[in-house]
């Protein structure tokens, strides 16, 4: 799973870095379901969830 967030990070990132926000949005929308799924698991601590999702969709808002 952790690469798969890895994974989830960069497509996000490279996608804001290309100016293309409407595949940023649905890479992110992606990444917070795996997100708390993680944190729900026990896999990253859940306020590690909150400040990767907080931060990227700041970013998008931008």
């Known amino acids: 799973m952790r690469s798969k967030l ?13 100016k293309s ?3 940023a949005k649905a890479a ?3 990444l917070q379901s ?8 026990g896999i990253i601590h859940r306020k590690t969830a909150s ?3 907080s931060r990227l969709s700041a ?4």
């Not at 890895?6 to 290309?18: A, I, N, P, Y």
């Not at 970013?59 to 931008?62: E, G, H, L, Q, T």
């Open 51 to 53: 400040r990767y999702k």
């Open 6 to 18: 890895r994974t989830g990070l960069k497509s996000v990132r490279k996608s804001l870095d290309d």
């Open 59 to 62: 970013r998008i808002a931008k």
């Open 34 to 41: 795996l997100v708390d799924k993680m944190a729900t698991k």
């Open 28 to 30: 992110l929308k992606t």
């Open 21 to 23: 926000v409407d595949g």
